[in-house]
């Protein structure tokens, strides 16, 4: 993967990563063609956020850390996706570091106008087409998770009374 988007083999940490990743919301033969995580959450995975790695990407630079005539935007190159919130990892090649943004814009055809060589149009169609299922689910798996935080405060609120 690394080599064939030109990235450096120091990258390589981040390269696992998104592929468990995107290997844990692929279909398995053994869960019954279920992914691990429809298998873990009981919801369909959302696919709309998912990008090509080793494309470019515009990270925004807050407004707080930057004065009038300052670039709006760091030019960075995705390298996979965030383990705890719903972000994006870049790769700054100027600093040589990765970090970790939710607000991006990515670049994921080549300079010339041409579609990325290493990607597949129907997986771009794919993921118009889904995009509207995926909201829905990712709007539940936001409730499932609000209900859970909810119910475990209820629980523990009860456990307080009855000591009393």
């Known amino acids: ?7 450096s083999n120091g990258l390589w940490a981040e390269a696992i990563n998104t592929t468990v ?14 992914t691990p995580f429809e298998a873990l959450f009981g919801l369909k995975p959302a696919f709309s956020h998912l990008r090509i790695l080793g494309s470019k990407a ?16 760091l030019k960075c190159i ?3 996706y965030g383990t705890e919130y719903k972000t994006y990892k870049l ?4 600093t040589h570091k990765v970090f970790a943004s939710r607000d991006v814009i990515f670049h994921e055809q080549a300079e010339d106008g041409k579609e990325d060589s290493n990607s597949d149009s129907h997986i771009a169609l794919l993921i118009e087409m889904n995009s509207d299922e995926d909201e829905e689910q990712e709007r539940k798996q936001e409730e499932v998770a609000a209900d859970s935080v909810i119910s475990d405060d209820a629980g523990s609120e009860s456990a307080e009374t009855d000591r009393l």
């Open 91 to 94: 790769y700054n090649p100027v």
């Open 58 to 73: 515009y990270a925004n630079i807050p407004k707080a850390d930057r004065k009038k005539l300052d670039p709006k935007a």
């Open 1 to 7: 993967m690394l080599q064939g988007k030109g990235l």
């Open 21 to 34: 990743y995107l290997k844990n919301r692929s279909p398995t033969k053994c869960l019954g063609f279920k």
């Open 78 to 80: 995705f390298v996979g």
